[in-house]
């Protein structure tokens, strides 16, 4: 004759709870030293740019990759062009600063760094740029 089965363990319910918050609270980090929520490392600042020359306006992020890089002007999304580029580290630079001639465009303006990553969205301070 056959020795009876034991009952499978009951799951105690104070360990229910831990059990379930572990599972239902977002990791903090991928485990490759990213953080999972967006932070700025750097952000832009305000400058006094020379008509003609170069400006370089810092942006670096930190999260979990992919890590989507955009800059704003005035609160418009700024295109990619030959005229200004995003960096590999995030920052953006115009490769000739321009200086309002008389309906032509200008440069000068509020600037911002826009990061995005599958987990949110997070917007870097305004920088000022204006010319000298």
């Avoid at 034991?6 to 990791?27: F, K, Q, V």
């Avoid at 001639?101 to 949110?120: H, K, L, M, T």
Wanted: a neutral charge.
């Amino acid at each position: 004759m056959a020795a009876p089965r034991a009952a499978p363990p009951r799951c105690r319910p104070r360990l229910l709870l831990p059990l379930l918050l572990l599972l239902l609270l977002p990791a903090p980090s991928d485990g490759l030293g990213h953080s999972a929520e967006l932070a700025f490392a750097v952000e832009p600042s305000d400058d006094v740019a020379v008509p003609g020359q170069p400006v370089v306006l810092g942006c670096k992020v930190e999260g979990t990759p992919p890590v989507r890089i955009t800059w704003r002007k005035n609160g418009v999304e700024l295109p990619e062009s030959t005229h200004s580029t995003v960096l590999a580290n995030g920052s953006l630079m115009i490769r000739h600063f321009l200086l309002d001639g008389g309906g032509s465009p200008s440069d000068e303006g509020d600037y911002e760094c826009v990061a995005q990553n599958r987990f949110g969205l997070v917007v870097s301070r305004k920088a000022r740029i204006q010319a000298a």
